[in-house]
Nanobody
Framework: QVQLQESGPGLVKPSQTLSLTCTVS??????????WGWIRQPPGKGLEWMGL???????YYSPSLKSRTSISRDTSKNQVTLQLSSVTPEDTAVYYC??????????????????WGQGTQVTVSS
């Protein structure tokens, strides 16, 4: 019954900061071995991993977006927030909040993006 719901402005002007919030229900964002992150998909392009925050609060970012990306959390509200600064029209995309499950088997350990939000369309335009 895990659900992820993205929220935030659908239209952002160039040079401004995009801020999106992911509200998680059915699970705690501090549960061990789960991470919470953001993936986006520009129109006509593939998925792009942006970054994540692990259960301990440590963050990791895509090298190409690290300088502009900040992921934070509010454990009391069970929310994860994405901030992307200095946006351009190239940042137009559907933004997804995702859960990543870290698990191990006899073949080793790996990750699985097992839950996704519906995605929210963000358009960068003046």
């Amino acid at each position: 019954q895990v659900q992820l719901q993205e929220s935030g402005p659908g239209l952002v002007k160039p040079s401004q900061t995009l801020s999106l919030t992911c509200t998680v229900s059915g699970d705690s964002i501090t549960t061990t071995y789960y991470s919470w992150g953001w993936i986006r998909q520009p129109p006509g392009k593939g998925l792009e991993w942006m970054g994540l925050i692990v259960f301990s609060g440590t963050t990791y970012y895509s090298p190409s977006l690290k300088s502009r990306t900040s992921i934070s959390r509010d454990t009391s509200k069970n929310q994860v927030t994405l901030q992307l600064s200095s946006v351009t029209p190239e940042d137009t995309a559907v933004y997804y909040c995702v859960r990543r499950h870290y698990y191990c088997s006899g073949y080793g350990c790996q990750y699985e993006y097992d839950y996704w939000g519906q995605g929210t369309q963000v358009t960068v335009s003046s």
